[in-house]
């Protein structure tokens, strides 16, 4: 092919590329331009229609509005016929429902007023009674108070009355582990009797003396300067250290056998106790030194059940003795029944060999004794009485018989 062919070919060829080309782009133009106008209407046609329905729902809006405000008007009305009617009838409803359920408590209230007037009735009278027994127990007291500063032997047996009734409350018995009023004798027999011994174990003695010094202590209580309150202490400690050289010189430590060596000094009333070793630190040591031991009645009643304890446990002790006393008995006496039981074996055992040999010589031994007294019967021999049939089966012949 020439080149002028090959060249008219090929511009051939670029111009009916060129001219397709052109041809599909206008075609395509010509569409894209009805699709813009297609996509016009169709935005016009919503937003005609999106007004159209925000004109729909505001009508909505209001139409339910009304239509609300006249349901609310409506139910109003109703509500307040209702209202009228159902007050009338719950009203009178609850005033029955009330009225039944407050007259159980009514009548309750009833019987509690008639009790609460019985009981404050009672109630008066009690306190009425009280006031009396009170107002004697303080007449009592009274003159129980000036019984005890005017009479020395008054004061004691009622420092004797509460030393009785501590002894009785630590739980000792009187007769077996205390006694009062013993009477004791000194190397001239004069006789003396200290208020309570106290038995301790192993046979030792606790002595127990009651001083009572009230008169100067109640002057102290009732004195109404600080210069009377002095003067009656001082009276009072006076007192207390009489009462101590006084049972010191009783030496009731020597004369009554098993004494610990120390005598109590029993101060029955605790305020006066308290009041004189107060004021006078060194009291206790002064009468310590004289074989004298001061105690108060909370520290006696300590004392008293201490020894009460130490009685139970001697009481154990001693059933701990007894047990084992008891028990080295049944030993001793099983001892002497092992030996006899050895001495019954020994014995057993010497009698089963002298009855084996016995039986050996009866029935088993060559020349036993009844093999030959029963060939005594074979050969004619007619007895009465007859060989015991364990007897003759135990029974070995015998060749010699």
Excluded: C
Excluded at 47 to 67: I, W
Excluded at 115 to 120: K, L, Q, S
Excluded at 243 to 261: M, N
Excluded at 262 to 268: A, D, R, S
């Amino acid at each position: 092919m020439t080149p002028i062919l090959i060249l008219v070919a090929f511009l051939a060829l670029a111009a009916g590329y060129f001219a397709g080309r052109f041809t599909a782009r206008a075609a395509a133009d010509a569409r894209s331009a009805e699709l813009q106008r297609a996509l016009q209407d169709m935005q016009t046609q919503k937003a005609v229609a999106e007004a159209r329905l925000q004109a729909e729902r505001v009508q909505a809006a209001e139409t339910a509005r009304r239509q609300a405000e006249e349901l609310k008007k409506e139910f109003h009305a109703i509500a307040s016929d209702l209202a009228r009617t159902e007050s009338e009838s719950l009203q009178h409803r609850h005033t029955e429902a009330l009225r039944a359920l407050l007259h159980p408590f009514d009548a309750d209230l009833k019987r509690f007023y008639d009790r609460f007037t019985e009981g404050n009735v009672a109630m008066r009278t009690n306190i009425e009674q009280l006031i009396r027994q009170t107002q004697t127990v303080g007449k009592q007291a009274e003159e129980l108070t000036r019984a005890l500063r005017g009479n020395t032997k008054v004061q004691g047996n009622w420092g004797e009355g509460i030393l009785a009734d501590l002894l009785e409350a630590s739980g000792l018995r009187i007769g077996q582990e205390y006694d009062t009023q013993v009477n004791v004798k000194d190397e001239q027999r004069d006789n003396y009797r200290p208020d309570v011994v106290v038995h301790l174990p192993d046979k030792r003695e606790l002595i127990i003396d009651a001083k009572v010094s009230l008169s100067a202590y109640v002057n102290y209580v009732n004195a109404e300067d600080e210069v009377e309150q002095a003067r009656f202490m001082k009276e009072h400690l006076q007192s207390v250290r009489k009462h101590i050289a006084e049972l010191s010189a009783k030496r009731y430590d020597k004369l009554v056998p098993g004494a610990i060596g120390y005598v109590l000094l029993f101060i029955p009333n605790e305020a006066a106790y308290v009041a004189a070793v107060s004021s006078a630190p060194e009291l206790s040591m002064e009468a310590y030194r004289k074989q004298i031991i001061l105690i108060n009645p909370t520290n006696l009643l300590m004392a008293l059940q201490l020894t009460y304890n130490l009685w139970q446990s001697e009481k154990q002790s001693a059933n701990v003795r007894d047990i084992y006393a008891s028990a080295e008995k049944l030993y001793n006496k099983f001892t002497l029944f092992a030996e006899s039981f050895a001495k019954l074996g020994d014995n057993l055992q010497t009698l089963s060999t002298t009855y084996e040999e016995a039986q050996k010589r009866l029935t088993t031994g060559r020349g036993n004794i009844i093999s030959r007294l029963e060939s005594w019967r074979e050969k004619g021999l007619t007895p009465a009485r007859s060989m015991p049939d364990a007897l003759l089966d135990a029974t070995a012949d015998d060749d010699e018989a």
